[in-house]
């Protein structure tokens, strides 16, 4: 069994090589193209670590260049981009290497 990781450096980076590796880079031929599925993920996967809520989680990327350098963000998404993210990730048939690391942090943030 793997065991995680605690630093979110690491995890933001592991999470964004399996979001690339797992999503297409984005959900649609007309979206925006303003940020990839594997970004998307990655945040996700830091707001399930922080144990955060959508706003929580914009904060903390707004404050740590570290993660936003990691992550290759060059402006952050509204909190509602995460939102519809998540609905989107968990309802289409995302990869199970996406899922199983999404659910391992989030089971280990419960």
């Known amino acids: 069994m793997r065991t995680m990781t605690k630093s979110p450096l690491e995890l933001a980076r592991e999470a964004l090589t399996v979001g690339r590796a797992g999503l297409p880079?984005?959900?649609?031929?007309?979206?925006?193209?303003?940020?990839?599925?594997?970004?998307?993920?990655?945040?996700?996967?830091?707001?399930?670590?922080?144990r955060l809520d959508y706003r929580?989680?914009?904060?903390?990327?707004?404050?740590?260049?570290?993660?936003?350098?990691a992550l290759g963000l060059q402006k952050l998404p509204h909190y509602s981009t995460l939102c519809l993210a998540e609905e989107r990730l968990l309802?289409?048939?995302?990869?199970?290497?996406?899922?199983?690391?999404?659910?391992?942090?989030?089971?280990?943030?419960?």
């Open 25 to 50: 880079a984005y959900s649609h031929k007309n979206s925006p193209k303003k940020f990839t599925q594997a970004q998307l993920f990655a945040i996700l996967v830091l707001r399930q670590f922080f």
């Open 91 to 110: 309802q289409t048939n995302a990869s199970s290497a996406c899922l199983s690391l999404y659910s391992a942090v989030r089971e280990r943030a419960a």
């Open 56 to 69: 929580g989680t914009i904060e903390l990327l707004r404050d740590f260049s570290d993660l936003r350098r």
